[in-house]
């Protein structure tokens, strides 16, 4: 039987709950669960004033319930276990998390993954900005783990990603910026300066509008790639929809980002 918290807030102000875990609350009792404490804009406060609480924590799975488009950081640094979001979420979804699975029926908003190391986080409507991204001054974005969008995305997705896969179903500007390793296939329109200044790592962009890529990309070899069997077939496992016929098709590479050695690839269908 999961944790069941029910969000009861009415307040602008965001909440906060980092740090709020299946692995931290494991054995507690509903009350000691409830008075833990949490983050009100910057006041302290009892998770029971804007929850309602049931269920048992000795099974390590959450679930939310409610509006919780301003509630923050849930699954943030999640090393195992599940957390399940019925409805949206607020930013920093699964920020720095090691392991376990977030699911989220809805939206969420910027920096869901942000600095993952490892898990899998599916969201089955939109997110905002920096989708598996390196906070403002770190060397390191994305370093493991999954990120799977059903449907479009902000900008800076990937930003400076190390390793891992992140699967969105549109992008903004700057997809893959920085990008140092890792694979990110886009299933839907893109913005522009993708792959801006990337060392290495692959952009599989599969929507139907035409790509123009930055003038520092260098169109290779046009073939059927084995690779992206490979992700079309883990990402068939792991439930996430895309058009079939991605996976008979031929495929440019175009190699760059050229200021910066150019080892970087971006697949579009040929």
Not at 104 to 121: C, K, N, T
Not at 233 to 251: I, K, W
Request: glycine share 18%; hydrophobic share 40%; charged share 20%.
């Amino acid at each position: 039987m999961p944790l069941v918290l029910r969000y009861r807030g009415q307040t602008s102000i965001p909440v906060e709950v980092e740090g709020f875990l299946p692995e931290v609350v494991r054995g507690h009792t509903l009350a000691q669960i409830e008075r833990i404490e949490i983050f009100h804009g910057n006041q302290k406060c009892a998770l029971g004033d804007f929850f309602s609480v049931s269920g048992s924590a000795d099974d390590a799975c959450f679930e939310f319930e409610g509006d919780l488009s301003g509630v923050h950081w849930i699954g943030a640094k999640l090393a195992a276990g599940e957390i399940r979001i019925e409805g949206s979420a607020g930013r920093h979804v699964g920020s720095e998390m090691t392991g376990g699975t977030i699911h989220v029926a809805g939206d969420v908003s910027d920096w869901v993954g942000g600095e993952m190391h490892g898990g899998l986080i599916h969201v089955r409507g939109r997110a905002g900005h920096f989708v598996g991204a390196a906070y403002r001054g770190s060397k390191r974005g994305m370093t493991g783990g999954t990120i799977l969008v059903h449907g479009p995305v902000g900008d800076e997705t990937g930003h400076t990603m190390r390793r891992g896969l992140i699967a969105v179903g549109g992008a903004g500007d700057f997809t893959g910026l920085n990008m140092i390793a890792g694979t990110v296939p886009v299933f839907g329109p893109v913005g522009t300066r993708t792959g801006a200044n990337m060392r290495r790592g692959t952009l599989g962009l599969f929507g139907e509008a035409p790509v123009r890529l930055l003038p520092t990309f260098r169109p290779g070899n046009c073939d059927k790639l084995l690779v992206l069997q490979l992700v079309f077939a883990e990402l068939r496992r792991l439930g996430y929809p895309f058009d079939e016929s991605l996976c008979e098709r031929a495929y440019r590479m175009h190699h760059g980002d050229l200021v910066t050695g150019g080892r970087g690839e971006v697949l579009v269908p040929a």
